[in-house]
Nanobody, 124 residues
Framework: QVQLAESGGGSVQTGDSLRLSCAAS????????MAWFRQAPGKEREEVAA???????IYADSVKGRFTISKGSDSNIFYLQMNNLKPEDTAMYYC??????????????????WGKGTLVSISS
């Protein structure tokens, strides 16, 4: 059984940084896409960043240049480094894993497994 667990969320001020982590257990697929999504109150869940097993990355326009997705030396953990945070980044952040390569614009349907989320709150 694959399980994903996020950590690293919190409440910070505008301009601060946070690093989210996602630990995946029970996962052993060589081809995969690992992603971060977020959902703000009253809004749809949106894809923030993704990285596949070949190291290719995708970023939402709203976070390009500020967020970086990466994988740990242990292939079952990945991160989202968030710099220069803004109030509009406030959301519940979820990690997700797919058996397939990342596809830009594919959305939530690409992903097979989801974490329960970690809350990120940015105050101005």
């Amino acid at each position: 059984q694959v399980q994903l667990a996020e950590s690293g969320g919190g409440s910070v001020q505008t301009g601060d940084s946070l690093r989210l982590s996602c630990a995946a257990s029970g996962y052993s697929y060589s081809r995969h896409c690992m992603a971060w999504f977020r959902q703000a109150p009253g809004k749809e869940r949106e894809e923030v960043a993704a990285v596949d097993s070949d190291g290719n990355t995708i970023y939402a326009d709203s976070v390009k240049g500020r967020f970086t997705i990466s994988k740990g030396s242990d292939s079952n953990i990945f991160y989202l480094q968030m710099n220069n945070l803004k109030p509009e980044d406030t959301a519940m952040y979820y990690c997700a894993v797919s058996h397939k390569y990342c596809e830009e614009g594919a959305g939530q349907g690409l992903y097979n497994y989801w974490g329960k989320g970690t809350l990120v709150s940015i105050s101005s």
